[in-house]
């Protein structure tokens, strides 16, 4: 069962690179999962929706027992990401495509404001260093707690694929 979506996932994210625009929110959507229950992510947040960790109607943290709709998920997921895209687009301070801002928005979603401002990634970025070389911080990415984990493996390798697409 595990292999079939795996290659599920390998699948659409070929789809999603081949399409015309791929958007922050079709990356955040597939790797973080929709769950109307809160539940712990693999560093013990509490977390629910697609990812979300504070409720963005209250700016209460979530914690375990709470519940959503799928109406609530999506509308959190859209208030979520806008405000990573609008943080993301205020630390980057050179010129990147719409490919870039959707492949650093979906990054930044998951790794968080804080850590990327504080990034080897944001700097050499933001130094004008050649793309290929920015984009091969996101395979730095991939660990949770110290634990490599496959997940966070093939979204950093689809927001990289974006990135230099």
Known sequence: MKGKKYIVIGALALLLLLSKRVKAETIIKEFEGEYLDAYLDPVGIPTIGYGTTRNPDTGKKIKLGDKIDKATALRWLRLDTEKVRESVKKMVKVPINARQLDALTSFVYNVGPTAFADSTMLKLLNNK?????????????????????????RRRKLEKELFLS
């Open 129 to 153: 260093t050649d793309k290929r070389i920015v984009a091969n911080q996101f395979d730095r990415w991939v660990y949770a707690k110290r634990v490599k984990l496959p997940g966070l493996v």
